[in-house]
Structure formats: structure tokens, C-alpha cells
């Protein structure tokens, strides 16, 4: 079992930053590959970022891709997302979520747990 908590949403102007952080519990987070995923108002879930298990390997949508950096801490069941440079489209409910395994999926159903979510709101 694993439960996710994230942090760090808020209201930014367009061009600016945001850290987005997952806190997870368990002793096991190094046994799962994470993501973060977004869902805006009126619109499906979608995938924005994942990394492998032991952070060898990440993997972005091409709509964040060049601005967002996903990243884990492992030694502190953490995981983060940097989000730079971002766009009113980037305002959206972020999810954090574990897929059991060393590999990132981009979809939604091959994740088993998921955080809360945290607000990010962009203004033009």
C-alpha cells in the first residue's frame, strides 16, 4: 500500500515557476515508477511526466517537454515536478501517481495509487 500527498499548487503568472512535490508513504517507493498526471476543467486526465523506479529513465508529454523536469528522491520517498515557463494551458489539478514496477506508463490505468491532486492555476 501507498499513499501519495502532494503540495506546492498554487497561482503563478504565465512565464513563471512552480515546484510541485509527492510525499509517499511505505518502505517500498523505490519499487515503483511514478508520474505526475493533470486534469483541467471539462477535460480528461492526462499523462504529464514519469520516472523509472531508480530515476534512470524519464518521460514527458511533448506539451510540457523542454519546461518540466520530473524527479525522485527515493532516500525520501519523494518525488518532484519543476515546472518552468508555463502557459495558462498548464492550469490544471496535478495528480501524483505509483505504477508497481520499474517502468513509467503513460496511462492512466496502469497506475495503482494516487494522490489527492494539487491545484495550479497560470494567469495570462
Known amino acids: 500500500q501507498v499513499q501519495l500527498v502532494e503540495s506546492g499548487g498554487g497561482l503563478v503568472q504565465a512565464g513563471g515557476s512552480l515546484r510541485l512535490s509527492c510525499a509517499a508513504s511505505g518502505r517500498s517507493f523505490s519499487r515503483y515508477a511514478m508520474g505526475w498526471f493533470r486534469q483541467a476543467p471539462g477535460k480528461e486526465r492526462e499523462f504529464v511526466a514519469g520516472i523509472r523506479w531508480n530515476g534512470g529513465g524519464t518521460y514527458y508529454a511533448d506539451s510540457v517537454k523542454g519546461r518540466f523536469i520530473i524527479s525522485r528522491d527515493n532516500a525520501k520517498n519523494t518525488q518532484n515536478l519543476q515546472m518552468n515557463s508555463l502557459k495558462p494551458e498548464d492550469t490544471a489539478v496535478y495528480y501524483c501517481?505509483?505504477?508497481?514496477?520499474?517502468?513509467?506508463?503513460?496511462?492512466?490505468?496502469?497506475?495503482?495509487?494516487w494522490g489527492q491532486g494539487t491545484q495550479v492555476i497560470v494567469s495570462s
Open positions: 501517481a505509483a505504477c508497481r514496477g520499474p517502468f513509467a506508463s503513460r496511462r492512466l490505468s496502469d497506475y495503482d495509487y
